[in-house]
């Protein structure tokens, strides 16, 4: 069974850091792109950013509200992503997800599939 | 505010057609597909519709995907109980250097 399975939430103050974990089995997880996705209360979902593989140099691309604070980065030996988050502001707080890549030359990219999250408190 | 446009909500009956709608660009929707996201209350988001209009196994035929232009569109059928949830639409920008962009989401009430 393919499983993604998150870790690493907690309460952390504004300006603290925290560090996320993705644990992936039951597919080749070095041959698969990452992605962390986060879901605020009350609002809708936000894609985080990606990791790439090997092949492609762990690629990392991030979105505009997290970029310079939050870094993704994989351990392939154990199967697992990471998203370590520093500066953490009260609007980071939120549900993350983290989610595998799919892609076929003619059908285009998903995420496929989704772990059951982890939830991250900001707050002083 | 989401560089995808969805309605905030929509209902319907049991039994009843329902769709959704997703208005994008020609960076996004114009350009790359869409996928949809259906996130059940209190669970993670499942795949529920990629490459436009292809169902991955185990997604029910009530679920249906289109795509025209720069807008795409998700329709279910015979709706049930069971779908009420949140939807998501989503595709990659290209104006964006390979950033996702998701739709703001619609919530989904069956009466």
Redesign the interface.
Known sequence: EVQLVESGGGLVQPGGSLKLSCAASGFTFSGSAM?W?R?ASGK????VG?IRTKANNYAT?Y?ASVEGRFTISRDDSKNTAYLQMNSLKTEDTAVY?C?RH?W?S????????????TLVTVSS | QSVLTQPPSASGTPGQRVTISCSGSSSNIGTNTVNWYQQLPGTAPKLLIYSNNQRPSGVPGRFSGSKSGTSASLAISGLQSEDEADYYCAAWDDSLNGRLVFGGGTKLTVL
């Open positions: 992605h996705v879901l809708g979902l936000e894609w990606r691309v979105a997800y989610t799919q076929e003619r059908a285009g990219h998903w995420f496929d599939p989704w772990g059951q999250g």
